[in-house]
């Protein structure tokens, strides 16, 4: 008897700290939005501020009020050891959802989207950590102040669509080793990256009904700076820029629970909300497809055999595009929360609605659905 007891309270021990384990793991509310988000800008890449920086890729945020905006790619003090995965949309059962992007050992899925600069839709080919060092691959980066570096060639790919799935979108699915990277650890956006979220936010000209996709602070050299030499100026939209059919508010679509995802604690660098980001925790679905990006004309490589055709720009073509697989979107699993002033990022939490049976005298009817936060 004393040992069943002792069997049980055993169990009870894992299952407590098996929950632990997991209160680091974000549950937020995804964020759907029914019009695509625009083409991705060609721009350049500012100079690398120093060793240890890591590029994060641009990308279109939503905002409830006034719609997508742009958020300049930028430089960041990366964690050591651990590489940026950048964030994407998936377009699935007509809408299209935010997976946020995250700090991890290895490159998840990003949607198979062409972001540049070492981003080519599958892995990272900007560089690499050797120890507590990160070398940088100048076929690819614009690195001018850095001693770590490495030549290696890179195959460039004309595409700018911004999405997974859908109408005109990347038709990619996880590699493997994808998948298995989405089993791992990771960490949230770090505190700056938020900032520098929310601070794009702010600025008018950075949404895409006053810039058509052609943003003015196109990159910068730091997060938040947006002003002064560090910020580079988009040279043209991906694509002809079409304006919705919709206002924002009847572009919003309902928010989906989103799954859980296994996270390492906030760190010093790591402890505010990242709530400005519009996000989605957990990309179970990682991929593969369009091969790593152009070269920046700054950078002077060894290699004589590199494709390095129009390095100053993030798009840049020299060899047609892979041919998109005929596979099913991956299905957004979060996304951003609504925010209450107008040009704000998206902050909405919706709780999932309740269901209250009827006492048993009353004639049967169906429940009635609780109002969300």
């Known amino acids: 008897m004393k040992m069943h007891r002792s069997v049980r309270w055993l169990v009870f021990a894992v299952m407590i700290l098996s929950l632990s384990a997991v209160s680091f793991a974000q549950v937020a509310v995804g964020i759907s939005v029914r019009v695509a988000p625009p083409a991705l800008p060609v721009y350049a890449q500012p100079i690398c501020p120093g060793p240890g920086h890591m590029w994060t890729p641009g990308y279109w945020a939503w905002n409830d009020d006034a719609g997508y905006y742009w958020v300049p790619g930028t430089w960041v003090v990366a964690p050591v ?15 299209y959802g935010w997976h946020r992007g995250y700090w991890g050992p290895h490159i998840g899925f990003y949607g198979g989207v062409n972001y540049g600069f070492g981003y080519g839709g599958v892995g990272f080919a900007g560089g690499e950590w050797r120890g507590h060092s990160f070398y940088y691959n100048r076929s690819v980066t614009n690195i001018t102040n850095v001693t770590t570096v490495y030549n290696k060639t890179v195959i460039v790919n004309e595409n700018h669509v911004a999405f997974n ?3 005109g979108g990347v038709s990619a699915r996880p590699t493997h080793e994808e998948e298995m990277a989405e089993h791992e650890h990771h960490r949230e956006p770090l505190a700056s990256q938020s900032q520098h979220e929310h601070m794009a936010s702010q ?13 003015a602070i196109a990159a910068t050299a730091k997060p938040g700076e947006f002003k002064g030499k560090g910020v580079v100026a988009a040279k043209s939209a991906g694509a002809p820029y079409k304006a919705p059919a919709m206002s924002p508010k009847q572009a919003r679509g309902p928010s989906t629970p989103a799954t859980k995802h296994a996270s390492t604690p906030a760190t010093a660098n ?3 909300k990242p709530a400005s980001h519009p996000s989605v925790t957990s990309n179970k679905n990682n991929t593969a497809s369009n091969k ?4 920046h004309p700054n950078n002077v490589s060894s290699n004589k055999t590199q494709n390095t055709v129009h390095r100053d720009e993030t798009h840049a073509a020299k060899t047609p595009a892979a041919p998109s697989s005929s596979h099913p979107a991956p299905q957004p699993h979060q996304s951003a929360p609504k925010s209450s002033s107008a040009l704000k990022p998206v902050a909405q939490h919706q709780s999932a609605s309740k269901t209250e049976p009827k006492p048993p005298s009353a004639p049967k009817a169906a429940p009635k659905p609780g109002k969300g936060r």
């Open 203 to 215: 600025n008018k000209q950075n949404f895409a009904s006053a810039n058509h996709g052609r943003p």
């Open 292 to 295: 790593a990006n152009g070269s």
């Open 270 to 272: 790591n402890k505010s």
């Open 81 to 95: 050891g651990l590489l940026w995965t950048p964030g994407y949309w998936g377009f699935a059962d007509g809408a």
């Open 165 to 167: 799935g859908g109408k």
